[in-house]
């Protein structure tokens, strides 16, 4: 559970950086979004170095875990529902993530 939570917490690091900097060119915000997008993705490069595994084991089950992180942001934040889609897509990067992420060792 704690390797799945930091997974979700280094997903949620990368997407603010990413957001913003999103906003800040489609939508016209402020460039001032560039500083705490520069700090979220510095975050995102040190929460993925606590990861316990090889960096591309790491690499390879945070994508499971991100992309479901970013369907709810979908919903969340840009106020988007999934779609049945959606939710299977999840459930089978979430499956390739455990897979990859608690093999036996």
Same mark, same amino acid.
């Given at each position: 559970m704690k390797t799945f939570l930091l997974f979700v917490v280094t997903a949620l690091a990368e997407i603010v950086g990413c957001y913003l900097p999103w906003r800040w060119l489609r939508e016209g915000a402020s460039a001032w979004w560039l500083i705490p997008a520069a700090a979220?993705?510095?975050? *995102?490069?040190?929460?993925?170095?606590?990861?316990?595994?090889a960096a591309g084991r790491t690499y390879a089950a945070y994508g499971g875990v991100y992309v479901c992180?970013?369907?709810?942001?979908?919903?969340?934040?840009?106020?988007?529902r999934?779609?049945?889609?959606?939710?299977?897509?999840?459930? *089978?990067?979430?499956?390739g993530m455990a897979l990859i992420a608690f093999q036996p060792r």
């Open positions: 979220s993705l510095a975050l *995102f490069a040190w929460l993925l170095t606590l990861h316990p595994t992180v970013a369907i709810l942001w979908l919903w969340g934040v840009e106020a988007i999934p779609s049945a889609w959606d939710w299977a897509g999840m459930a *089978f990067t979430l499956a």
